[in-house]
């Protein structure tokens, strides 16, 4: 982000990767105790993160909610 220190970029992250790249999101929301509310919230923003954007229909994504799928 502008530093003048080495490193990788998302981009070249992704090309490191090769042909199959798969993601598991496991996600955890203490402050929301309904399962279904909790799960609701990771699939709406999943669907406006720029990174789930910029991948979709390009890798496998689970979706987890405290280790297990929504």
């Not at 509310?37 to 954007?53: D, F, G, K, M």
């Not at 991948?55 to 799928?69: F, H, W």
């Amino acid at each position: 982000m502008g530093g003048t220190a080495g490193g990788t970029n998302p981009e070249e992250l992704f090309a490191v990767g090769g042909f199959k790249l798969a993601v598991a999101l496991d996600v955890t929301l203490p402050s929301v105790t309904d399962p279904e509310t909790a799960a609701q919230l990771i699939r709406e923003a999943h669907q406006v993160c720029p990174y789930s954007n910029a991948t979709r229909g390009n890798i496998d994504v689970e979706l987890l909610l405290g280790g297990k799928p929504i």
